[in-house]
């Protein structure tokens, strides 16, 4: 038995979290940030701006693995705090339903969904914010658009990975299919 106690529970070595990549489905949740009007109607989509470790520029969404022992409504807020801010005042809904399960594999057009580095099952969401978002980690700025403009071809291209179609599949799920 070792002697050594575990201080940060959840977290994988960046070794361990490297073999488990390439043996298991690492689990995650992905958030759609939205502005909301007083019916309820998406008016915004927040995108987050980034830079790659290669340089390129690119949108996203809210990203981030659930940790183990973790609920998934905690990974949820833990995320959204993370890549929004902790003013930002995310509303997540009392169900935790997913507007979908995207399935990111490492090989290119198995789903539309694709991860270089692993095997992730990702639960998707859209969360209406009410509050001020200042992006922070590795994510340089917030844009908001409308959702016509989320769907266009310029800004869909600007998303790797397949999350222009979760994008997408988003927008059509709160009644705005393009």
Avoid: N
Avoid at 69 to 95: I, N
Avoid at 110 to 137: E, F, K, N
């Amino acid at each position: 038995m070792s002697d050594m106690i575990e201080t940060t529970p959840g977290w994988l070595s960046t070794d361990e979290l490297e073999l488990t990549r390439g043996r298991m489905p690492i689990l995650y949740v992905e958030a759609v940030p939205v502005r909301v009007d007083d019916t309820g109607e998406v008016t915004s989509i927040g995108l987050l701006l980034r830079i790659g470790p290669d340089g390129t520029v690119s949108r996203t969404l809210v990203s981030g693995r659930v940790l183990h022992h973790e609920r998934v409504r905690d990974a949820l807020l833990r995320h959204l705090e993370k890549d929004l801010g902790p003013v930002a005042l995310p509303r997540v809904p009392a169900s935790l339903q997913p507007f979908t399960v995207a399935e990111y594999f490492p090989t290119a057009g198995i789903t539309p969904y694709h991860d270089p580095r692993q095997h992730a099952v990702s639960l998707a969401y859209i969360v209406p914010v009410t509050g001020d978002c200042r992006p922070r980690q590795d994510a340089l700025d917030l844009v908001w658009f409308s959702p016509q403009e989320a769907a266009s071809p310029a800004v869909q291209s600007e998303m790797p990975g397949g999350r222009g179609v979760l994008l997408k599949q988003a927008l059509a799920h709160v009644g705005h299919a393009y």
